[in-house]
């Protein structure tokens, strides 16, 4: 069975700084492109960052260019996403994506950011 766990969570102040991981399992991880998707208090999904199969393409939404950093350790099975300079408004569910246009996304539990001061 498929399975992605998200970890890393917590509480943190504005301007701080956070890693989280994401534990896969169940299938070929590096045959994947993976994403990270949150979703603030009340929101919608919003895509955060997305990274190739292989580590050597990634992608950001605007608002997370050059606070982010996605990557992956393919012999670990295991999908990072470095936050730097948190703001109150990166307060959300995180949530680690596998991708496949074949089968249909998958989705982790989710790991809870909160940014306040």
């Known amino acids: 069975e498929v399975q992605l766990v998200e970890s890393g969570g917590g509480l943190v102040q504005p301007g701080g700084s956070l890693r989280l991981s994401c534990a896969a399992s169940g299938f070929t991880f590096d045959d994947y492109a993976m994403s990270w998707v949150r979703q603030a208090p009340g929101k919608g999904l919003e895509w955060v960052s997305a990274?190739?199969?292989?580590?050597?393409?990634?992608a950001y939404a605007e608002s997370m260019k050059g606070r982010f950093t996605i990557s992956r350790d393919n012999a670990k099975n295991t999908l990072y996403l470095q936050m730097n300079s948190l703001k109150s408004e990166d307060t959300a569910v995180y949530y680690c994506v596998k991708k496949s246009v074949a089968v249909g996304d998958y989705w982790g539990q989710g790991t809870q950011v909160t940014v306040s001061s």
């Open positions: 990274i190739s199969w292989n580590g050597g393409s990634t």
